[in-house]
Nanobody, 114 residues
Framework: VQLVESGGGLAWPGGSLSISCAAS????????MAWFRQAPGKERELVGT???????TYADSVMGRFTISRDGAKNTMSLRMNSLKPEDTAMYYC?????????WGRGIQVTVSS
């Protein structure tokens, strides 16, 4: 099983950016999927999750600004990030769980700077 992130880059503070995670398996094989991020010198933190039934959860720091979605036809999970802040700068990772196994993408850089 492979997960590959795409779409990162540079955004202005207050701007928007979307990143995607493409799965080599059908997206609905995953019990849960999630986005994590890790800023330089900091621990990896959970950004949000999406369950098999489509329910989402978010960290307080991104609630109301970030949205997780899935596309079953494309086998992708996406993260739409609005009202970006410099503190959102980090390497973003997607993961997915199938039964007891957890799979990770390699990560993609998101930088928020003027």
């Amino acid at each position: 099983v492979q997960l590959v992130e795409s779409g990162g880059g540079l955004a202005w503070p207050g701007g928007s950016l979307s990143i995607s995670c493409a799965a080599s398996e059908r997206i609905f094989f995953f019990n849960t999927m999630a986005w994590f991020r890790q800023a330089p010198g900091k621990e990896r933190e959970l950004v949000g999750t999406i369950a098999l039934n489509g329910m989402t959860t978010y960290a307080d720091s991104v609630m109301g600004r970030f949205t997780i979605s899935r596309d079953g036809a494309k086998n992708t999970m996406s993260l739409r990030m609005n009202s970006l802040k410099p503190e959102d700068t980090a390497m973003y990772y997607c993961n997915g769980r199938i039964a007891s196994r957890l799979y990770w993408g390699r990560g993609i850089q998101v930088t928020v700077s003027s």
